[in-house]
């Protein structure tokens, strides 16, 4: 039961770290009104530069999609625990292989 929760635990840890690329990205104001926005394409995706804030944000996205255990994987390929210790070089080839998942 423990290890279920650790693995629960670590999910959550990768979505607040997604949520708080997002809200950085934003600016953080609370006057800013939330737009629905569409899901950006993939086209989209790759045509634009690997930043933290956007692999943060796509990794949240697959971890709403289910995908916890493959983006801890993922993360793990890369010899790191969380998304703030991937090297910023390896940002392209996370962002290619975590779109994919």
């Known amino acids: 039961m423990g290890s279920e929760l650790l693995k629960i635990a670590e999910g959550f840890s990768i979505v607040a770290e997604g949520l708080r690329g997002l809200a950085r990205a934003e600016g953080g104001t609370k006057e800013k009104a939330v737009k629905a926005q569409p899901p950006a394409t993939e086209k989209a995706q790759q045509e634009s530069p690997?930043?933290?804030?956007?692999?943060?944000?796509?990794?949240?996205?697959?971890?709403?999609?289910?995908?916890?255990?493959?983006?801890k994987e993922l993360l793990q390929k890369y010899g790191a625990a969380k998304l703030s210790a991937v090297k910023p070089e390896d940002y392209p080839a996370l962002m290619q292989e975590a779109q994919v998942l």
């Not at 796509?58 to 493959?70: F, I, N, V």
């Open 50 to 71: 690997a930043t933290l804030e956007g692999i943060r944000a796509l990794m949240a996205q697959k971890t709403q999609e289910g995908k916890s255990k493959e983006i």
